[in-house]
T-cell receptor, first 114, second 112 residues
Framework: SQQGEEDPQALSIQEGENATMNCSYK?????LQWYRQNSGRGLVHLILIRSNEREKHSGRLRVTLDTSKKSSSLLITASRAADTASYFC??????????????FGKGTRLSVIA | GAGVSQSPRYKVAKRGQDVALRCDPISGHVSLFWYQQALGQGPEFLTYFQNEAQLDKSGLPSDRFFAERPEGSVSTLKIQRTQQEDSAVYLCASSLNDRAQYFGPGTRLTVT
């Protein structure tokens, strides 16, 4: 079963616009990660936010985390055609101190139209 | 440096055949993970290793699935007597200590 659920399932925007994707999860977490997957390729790690952080930035990416609502959002500013991909949030399967497998949502398919 | 590599990239198997999927992790990464990704879904955990030790295999769908990492580097996922429901993309990822996982391109398995 999948822990996270992204919303919307699909999003289509014009180049230059901002894209916001949301993720909700079910159980307490240590951290939450966002990954991108281009068509036919593996996943690429974008950003990790810890449970004691509320916001984090990386280039054109901004991630927020609200542990009281068990939700996170990923904002991509000034989108480009190259941002077209599926975006997944992921949380730890096991809450221990080491590396654990991840539980992924179903993803948001983002299409950026030039 | 080189990323995670997987081979073959594509595999077509007839139902009932055995297949072996290989993963070469990033050198020095102690953790290695296998995921299965169905079309339109997120990856789902199968099994993972820390060095050569298989720490958890609770995600393997049946006893036809077997994974190993005998020397703590390369890993092989074997599926015996493949069934049509095994058709999926199999992703391998490795990780050091920072929790970020680095994924290979995957092996797309089609069982006919």
């Amino acid at each position: 079963s999948q822990q996270g659920e992204e919303d919307p399932q699909a999003l289509s925007i014009q180049e230059g616009e901002n894209a916001t994707m949301n993720c909700s999860y079910k159980t307490s977490i240590n951290n939450l990660q966002w990954y991108r997957q281009n068509s036919g390729r593996g996943l690429v790690h974008l950003i990790l936010i810890r449970s004691n952080e509320r916001e984090k930035h990386s280039g054109r990416l901004r991630v927020t985390l609200d542990t009281s609502k068990k939700s996170s959002s990923l904002l991509i500013t000034a989108s480009r055609a190259a941002d077209t991909a599926s975006y997944f949030c992921a949380t730890d399967l096991f809450r221990n101190s080491g590396n654990t497998p991840l539980v992924f949502g179903k993803g948001t398919r983002l299409s950026v139209i030039a | 440096g080189a990323g995670v590599s997987q081979s073959p990239r594509y595999k077509v198997a007839k139902r009932g055949q055995d297949v072996a999927l290989r993963c070469d992790p990033i050198s020095g990464h102690v953790s290695l993970f296998w995921y299965q990704q169905a079309l339109g879904q997120g990856p789902e955990f199968l099994t993972y290793f820390q060095n050569e030790a298989q720490l958890d295999k609770s995600g393997l769908p049946s006893d036809r699935f077997f994974a190993e990492r005998p020397e703590g580097s390369v890993s092989t996922l074997k599926i015996q007597r493949t069934q049509q429901e095994d058709s999926a993309v199999y992703l391998c990822a490795s990780s050091l200590n920072d929790r970020a996982q680095y994924f290979g391109p995957g092996t797309r398995l089609t069982v006919t």
